[in-house]
């Protein structure tokens, strides 16, 4: 027998999915929302986020790279575009960016030898700017070393491994000499083009190996150049000690990644997550289950993750599981209610425009693309 799932308004926020053909006569459930579609911000990601998926579907699926990085552009640029009049709005949009970057770099990016640490950390650069913030600051005084959060800021720059930076605030120090050779001499994945990830790998051990015999001979003038050399070596205490300029357990997996394993892998990310998040264990909210499902490759958790702490605003569910449907790394397994969990998130997100004068025609075109429920 061939279940035939159905779908009817009930009215203009609430819809009925239902299974017309069980033996114990009419399964239904209701599905009801609330969006707020008329900020400014909304109605740029609705109408650029349209566009996208447009494109998206007339290639069929060719060129998702592109087109996540189309979608992370429009969500970036909806965050730096618009005052702070948004504020509310925009910090909702950047929690969307992080979740989308963090799914394109562990299902979509194509990784050069699959190491996934330069595009981490380009990601905590992105969403945690404090560091350049304050390094700005601490360059106003005639003493930079007399800013109160002098070495705090040296810290986050290594924490985001822009050792450039925190070299040149190191050279002012009584210590300077000796920590800035370090730093000049530390082999990055981002600068080692034209060799192999084997040399690298050698000429970064070699580099490590030297900082922790200089180390264990150290005769530094300031307590604070032992937790800087102390970082250099990747020892995890000196990580922990500082772990509130990191603020969230996953930039400080990436700020102890960059000292301790350069080349990880997405394959063993889970792993380090997993410590780091018991290290944050009484801080840990929803966002952080959604990233770390990411980590363990579990598309279909983050998608109902991604459903259940954004329900009142079904964007960057149904963009992301379409995108991941394109990419192959969500099945077309049925739900309950006869759909894939692709064609889920599409209804719901076509669902919620229908209706908004504005976004009407729109909708249309995401149910067209719900092929079993949208057109019931």
């Known amino acids: 027998m061939n279940d035939q799932v159905g779908a009817s308004w009930i009215n203009e926020n609430k819809l009925m999915l239902y299974n017309s053909c069980t033996e114990s006569g009419i399964d239904f459930k209701v599905e009801s929302w609330e969006a707020n579609l008329d900020s400014l911000i909304s109605k740029y990601i609705v109408f650029e986020g349209h566009s996208v998926f ?23 640029a909806a965050i730096q575009e618009f005052g702070p009049e948004n504020e509310d709005d925009k910090k909702l949009v950047a ?20 190491c996934v640490l ?13 560091p350049v913030e304050t390094l700005n600051d601490v360059l106003t005084f005639e003493e930079p070393m007399e800013h109160p959060k002098f070495w705090d800021c040296v810290v986050s720059l290594l924490f985001q491994g822009q050792v450039n930076e925190a070299a040149a605030l190191l050279k ?22 034209g060799h192999s990830l084997s040399e690298f ?23 604070q150049s032992v937790d800087v050399l102390e970082i250099l070596c990747g020892n995890l205490d000196v990580f922990i000690k500082f772990k509130d300029l990191a603020q969230t357990w996953y930039h400080l997996m990436t700020s102890y990644l960059l000292y301790t394993m350069p080349t990880v892998t997405v394959v063993t990310l889970h792993h380090q997550a997993k410590d780091m998040m018991a290290i944050y264990k009484d801080y840990i909210n929803p966002l952080d289950e959604i990233l770390f499902s990411a980590m363990e490759f579990d598309a279909h958790s ?42 889920y998130t599409l209804l719901h997100y ?4 229908i209706f908004h004068e504005d976004f009407w025609s729109l909708g249309m075109d995401y149910f067209m693309e719900c092929k079993k429920l949208g057109k019931s």
Request: hydrophobic share 40%; glycine share 4%.
């Open 118 to 130: 330069p595009y981490l950390m380009e990601l905590m650069q992105w969403h945690f700017p404090q």
């Open 201 to 223: 790998k050698i000429s970064w051990s070699m580099w490590q190996e030297n900082c922790k015999q200089n180390l264990e001979s150290a005769n530094f003038v300031l307590d």
């Open 172 to 193: 002012i120090t009584p210590d300077g000499d000796e920590l800035t050779s370090y730093l000049e001499k530390m082999p990055l994945l981002n600068n080692f083009s």
């Open 54 to 76: 447009s494109e998206v579907q007339l290639s069929n699926g060719n060129d998702v790279q592109s087109h996540s990085h189309a979608y992370r552009s429009l969500l970036r």
């Open 95 to 114: 929690l969307y960016e992080l979740v989308w970057s963090f799914c394109e770099v562990l299902f979509i990016e194509h990784l050069p030898g699959g």
């Open 302 to 343: 983050v998608l109902t993750q991604c459903i259940t702490q954004f329900r009142n605003n079904w964007w960057l569910s149904a963009h992301l599981a379409d995108i991941l449907h394109h990419a192959k790394q969500l099945d077309d397994t049925e739900l309950q209610y006869g759909c894939s969990l692709r064609e």
């Open 350 to 353: 076509a669902s919620e425009l």
